[in-house]
């Protein structure tokens, strides 16, 4: 027990080392953010061997975890990098890496902050911002909707019984977007030339769309997408701006009275389209089962 504490320091000096950012030709730095000898701090934790030095042993697992990094980033947000461009893609890559290193055992999670990030720093994107954060929420859903939970859907009697007052929840494991532009044909194409091409995606089986004409450049236009699970692989469903207020306003908390307020609100439907409307919109939710009774409502 009396040697746990200097196994832990020398754990996180090598953690430390290991993750030490690159440089720009993607070798190990030699000297650190604090402008100490990395060299030193190498000889002093690993030996030398006949062929390399402890610094150049050190390098390789340096290199290595950072080579690791940049693939699994570029393979969750191959749609990002075809709007801004492989150039800026790689200088945008490092440094939000460099801002949000790997914090978790799974880099599932690389990209966990990547929206909020891009959203502060529109120089790595400019003048393709609004369709580069439109892009990476995609992404992020895409991988959110594979592995996100399920819970158990609302029954037909329990949609009988809703009133105005109801408060519904949606799946976990759905996620809702709106974008500028056509950006699920944009992701759905340059996916198609990826697979063309033997690659595969790295956080879902595989994404379905109803087919139509794809665009690796983002067309121009309001689009409202829901990105879902269904046995395993993901799907990108195109919503009304109806429907998705509806389902943006439960997902907010609001009743389903408020809710269907919200959806119409500014709407050019009239109030028998709007009932028709909302009927047909309630039997697909029931028939995707994305509706979920309140977590409170459980728990009582």
């Given at each position: ?188 194409a340059v996916r198609d030339a990826s697979e063309g091409a033997g690659a595969q995606a790295s956080n879902a089986v595989s994404i379905h769309l109803v087919r139509r004409t794809r665009s690796r450049k983002p067309v121009p236009g309001r689009t409202y997408l829901a990105v879902h699970r269904h ?70």
């Amino acid at each position: 027990m009396s040697d746990a504490p200097e196994l832990r320091a020398l754990q996180q000096r090598m953690a430390a080392a290991v993750m030490s950012p690159l440089t720009r030709d993607e070798q190990m730095r030699r000297r650190d953010a604090k402008n100490q000898s990395v060299e030193k701090e190498a000889d002093s934790f690993i030996k030398p061997n006949d062929r390399l030095t402890s610094f150049e042993r050190l390098e390789i697992y340096n290199r290595q975890y950072w080579f690791r990094l940049f693939s699994s980033f570029e393979e969750d947000f191959p749609g990002l990098k075809a709007i801004v461009g492989t150039r800026r893609f790689e200088r945008l890559m490092r440094a939000y890496l460099e801002a949000h290193p790997s914090r978790s055992f799974t880099l599932r999670n690389l990209g966990s902050s990547l929206v909020g990030w891009l959203q502060d720093n529109p120089q790595y994107t400019h003048p393709m911002t609004a369709d580069a954060v439109a892009m990476a929420q995609l992404e992020w859903a895409h991988i959110e909707a594979f592995d996100n939970e399920q819970r158990p859907s609302l029954t037909t009697a329990e949609i009988a019984a809703l009133d105005d007052g109801s408060h519904l929840e949606l799946q976990p494991y759905l996620r809702l977007l709106e974008a500028p532009s056509a950006v699920d044909d944009t992701l759905l194409a340059v996916r198609d030339a990826s697979e063309g091409a033997g690659a595969q995606a790295s956080n879902a089986v595989s994404i379905h769309l109803v087919r139509r004409t794809r665009s690796r450049k983002p067309v121009p236009g309001r689009t409202y997408l829901a990105v879902h699970r269904h046995e395993n692989s993901v799907y990108y469903k195109r919503l009304t701006r109806e429907d998705y207020l509806l389902l943006r306003a439960f997902e907010h908390g609001e009743t389903l009275g408020g809710a269907i307020e919200a959806a119409f609100a500014h709407s050019p439907l009239s109030e028998s389209e709007r009932a028709a409307h909302i009927q047909a919109s309630f039997h697909y939710l029931m028939q995707m089962g994305w509706l979920c009774t309140s977590r409170s409502t459980e728990s009582s």
